[in-house]
């Protein structure tokens, strides 16, 4: 039986890619960000996480903060079931 592809892991070059995407002005998000790579880097980020952290990482430095904080929640186009998954693991 085939895993869904939200289960599925990416490679170590996408892995490295979404690292680079994921580098921030802001040291606050950066910290979140680093505490998230450092948690899954045994067990890998999956096609969903690194699509909901590509989401994220389009949002501007504050309002990504602001996301990371509790101060809003996702809405419109980032209002997605990957994005609510990560966000919840970056905040964790």
Do not use: Y
């Not at 490295?16 to 880097?41: Q, T, Y």
């Not at 209002?79 to 609510?84: C, I, M």
């Amino acid at each position: 039986m085939m895993a869904a592809i939200s289960d599925d892991l990416i490679d170590e070059r996408a892995l490295s890619k979404l690292r680079w995407r994921c580098r921030r002005g802001l040291l606050e998000n950066d910290l979140f960000i680093e505490r998230f790579f450092a948690r899954h880097e045994q067990t890998g980020i999956s096609v969903m996480q690194a699509e909901g952290l590509t989401m994220l990482m389009d949002l501007s430095d504050n309002d990504l903060l602001d996301l990371l904080l509790r101060r809003k929640e996702p809405s419109g186009e980032i209002d997605s079931t990957a994005v609510r998954e990560v966000l919840s693991q970056l905040r964790t």
